[in-house]
């Protein structure tokens, strides 16, 4: 009885679980467009590279391949499978950046001038260009109503084929540590941030860019939660503290604001639900990233790793449901377009090199500060090129949110002058 009720209660949802909320009053889009649907297409195309691959690998390992593999494809085989363990005396590992004996403060502030604009240049025009495309129309005149792109999954493909390259090159470039993890298991890292990244997106169908962005900063929380459960950490109260204080200022902030044009009940729910599972995804990808780390890689050597597999699980899953040529010939009708996904892409790969960066030379606080500030502008330019309202209980609500997140910075540092170890929160590959 309770199963047959459970169906009632998904089949009555389904309706809710649509495509944007343009015209919550016209007729329902056909249920291939619902993004639920959509959702289990890509998971499905996922799955078909996934477990045949998860296959293979318990396949060579129950073989002990390692051992008795030969011939060509052995390589290839112990890369992927079972990596390169390095041995004590062969470990090269890399010098720290070296800083000139004396550096002048006006040349640090320079750099660190330069890494806030580099930061603060890339993800506020990455933030714009996201509402951009998943929000407005193209090619609209004074009689035809143009059309909008509907398809998250290909724009986290040129995403992702992008920071691939620039990973690639700066690994051939600049010397890296000798790669010792197993290839396969960036796949877990990847298939979480690919769908953290869909979810991203198809939330702006959904809800406000402002709310986005809010949603993201609240996601220490479920960080913190996915640490206990993924690795066994613990935290001081302070961090109980200050994550309360953001769950308090976003629900300010949500129950505060009026309802944005073309919103209904049912698509606030659907954004709601798409950002819990962007802030599940990435928190598990931050999570999974930190384990990764204890094979003494560098942050380009995991973006490489990552991205290689995102660009073939969403190659794949286009490829399978024959959207790869259709969001080709959208970028061919619609030049504009084309524009807006290629500067995506540049910003945000050129934004994981300033992250890079920005840590190498001031460390993790600034950079932390930084990104906080930006989340701030993001909001404000948001509201002022798209028209967004923000109440003064909802404004409230934002200070108190980061207010906390800067609290956040200020305990960390202190805790790391008195010589304290500092559990990492987030991880800083892939942000985007």
Same mark, same amino acid.
């Given at each position: 009885?309770?199963?047959?009720?459970?169906?009632?209660?998904?089949?009555?949802?389904?309706?809710?679980?649509?495509?944007?909320?343009?015209?919550?009053?016209?007729?329902?889009?056909?249920?291939?467009?619902?993004?639920?649907?959509?959702?289990?297409?890509?998971?499905a195309?996922?799955?078909?590279?996934?477990?045949?691959?998860?296959?293979?690998?318990?396949y060579?390992?129950?073989?002990?391949y390692?051992?008795?593999?030969?011939?060509?494809?052995f390589?290839?085989?112990?890369?992927?499978?079972?990596?390169?363990?390095?041995?004590?005396?062969?470990?090269?590992?890399?010098?720290?950046?070296?800083?000139?004996?004396?550096?002048?403060?006006?040349?640090?502030?320079?750099?660190?001038?330069?890494?806030?604009?580099?930061?603060?240049?890339s993800?506020?025009?990455?933030?714009?260009?996201?509402e951009?495309?998943?929000?407005?129309?193209?090619g609209?005149?004074?009689?035809?109503?143009?059309?909008?792109?509907?398809?998250?999954?290909?724009?986290?493909?040129?995403?992702?084929?992008?920071?691939?390259?620039?990973?690639?090159?700066?690994?051939?470039?600049?010397?890296?540590?000798?790669?010792?993890?197993?290839?396969?298991?960036y796949?877990?890292?990847?298939?979480?941030?690919?769908?953290?990244?869909?979810?991203q997106?198809?939330?702006?169908?959904?809800?406000?860019?402002?709310?986005?962005?809010?949603?993201?900063?609240?996601?220490?929380?479920?960080?913190?939660?996915?640490?206990?459960?993924?690795?066994?950490?613990?935290y001081?109260?302070?961090?109980y503290?200050?994550?309360?204080?953001?769950?308090?200022?976003?629900?300010?902030?949500?129950?505060?604001?009026?309802?944005?044009?073309?919103?209904?009940? !049912?698509? +606030? &729910?659907?954004?709601? #639900?798409?950002? @819990?599972?962007?802030?599940? =995804?990435?928190?598990? %990808?931050?999570?999974?990233q930190?384990?990764?780390?204890?094979?003494?890689?560098?942050?380009?050597?995991?973006?490489?790793?990552?991205?290689?597999?995102?660009?073939?699980?969403?190659?794949?899953?286009?490829?399978?449901?024959?959207?790869?040529?259709?969001g080709?010939?959208?970028?061919?009708?619609?030049?504009?377009?084309? !524009?807006? +996904? &290629?500067?995506?892409? #540049?910003?945000? @790969?050129?934004?994981?090199? =300033?992250?890079?960066? %920005?840590?190498?030379?001031f460390g993790?606080?600034?950079?932390?500060?930084?990104?906080?500030?930006?989340?701030?502008?993001?909001?404000?330019?948001?509201?002022?090129?798209?028209?967004?309202?923000?109440?003064?209980?909802?404004?409230?609500?934002?200070?108190?949110?980061?207010?906390?997140?800067?609290?956040?910075?200020?305990?960390?540092?202190? &805790?790391?002058?008195?010589?304290?170890?500092?559990?990492?929160?987030?991880?800083?590959?892939?942000?985007?």
């Open positions: 009885m309770d199963a047959r009720w459970w169906a009632v209660v998904l089949l009555a949802a389904l309706p809710s679980l649509g495509a944007g909320g343009e015209n919550p009053e016209g007729p329902l889009e056909s249920w291939t467009h619902l993004w639920f649907f959509r959702f289990l297409v890509n998971a195309g996922y799955a078909s590279f996934m477990v045949p691959g998860y296959l293979l690998v318990q060579f390992r129950r073989k002990n390692l051992e008795t593999g030969r011939g060509l494809c390589p290839l085989v112990k890369t992927c499978v079972f990596g390169n363990e390095p041995k004590a005396p062969d470990e090269v590992p890399l010098a720290p950046r070296a800083e000139p004996a004396e550096t002048s403060p006006t040349w640090q502030a320079l750099k660190l001038l330069f890494c806030a604009a580099g930061l603060q240049v993800y506020l025009t990455w933030g714009v260009l996201q951009r495309v998943m929000t407005r129309s193209y609209a005149t004074a009689t035809l109503p143009g059309e909008r792109f509907s398809d998250s999954q290909f724009l986290v493909l040129m995403n992702r084929v992008l920071a691939l390259m620039v990973a690639g090159f700066y690994c051939i470039l600049c010397k890296q540590p000798r790669h010792g993890a197993p290839m396969y298991r796949s877990f890292a990847s298939l979480s941030n690919v769908l953290s990244s869909w979810c997106y198809e939330a702006l169908k959904f809800v406000s860019f402002p709310t986005q962005v809010l949603a993201k900063a609240s996601k220490v929380i479920p960080v913190m939660l996915m640490g206990k459960l993924v690795s066994r950490r613990s001081e109260h302070w961090e503290l200050t994550a309360g204080l953001i769950s308090i200022g976003v629900s300010m902030f949500l129950l505060s604001s009026g309802p944005e044009p073309h919103s209904s009940p !049912a698509t +606030t &729910l659907s954004g709601l #639900i798409l950002l @819990a599972g962007y802030i599940a =995804f990435d928190s598990f %990808t931050s999570n999974w930190d384990a990764l780390f204890a094979y003494k890689m560098s942050s380009v050597q995991m973006m490489f790793g990552v991205n290689f597999f995102s660009c073939l699980f969403t190659v794949g899953s286009l490829l399978e449901q024959g959207a790869l040529l259709e080709i010939r959208f970028m061919g009708r619609h030049s504009e377009f084309a !524009a807006h +996904t &290629l500067l995506l892409s #540049i910003c945000s @790969a050129c934004g994981q090199l =300033f992250i890079f960066y %920005t840590i190498g030379q993790a606080a600034v950079f932390t500060i930084i990104m906080t500030l930006r989340q701030a502008f993001a909001i404000l330019l948001s509201c002022l090129l798209y028209g967004h309202t923000v109440t003064v209980v909802g404004g409230l609500g934002v200070a108190v949110v980061f207010a906390a997140l800067l609290l956040r910075v200020y305990a960390r540092g202190r &805790l790391k002058q008195r010589g304290k170890k500092v559990v990492p929160v987030e991880s800083s590959v892939q942000k985007v």
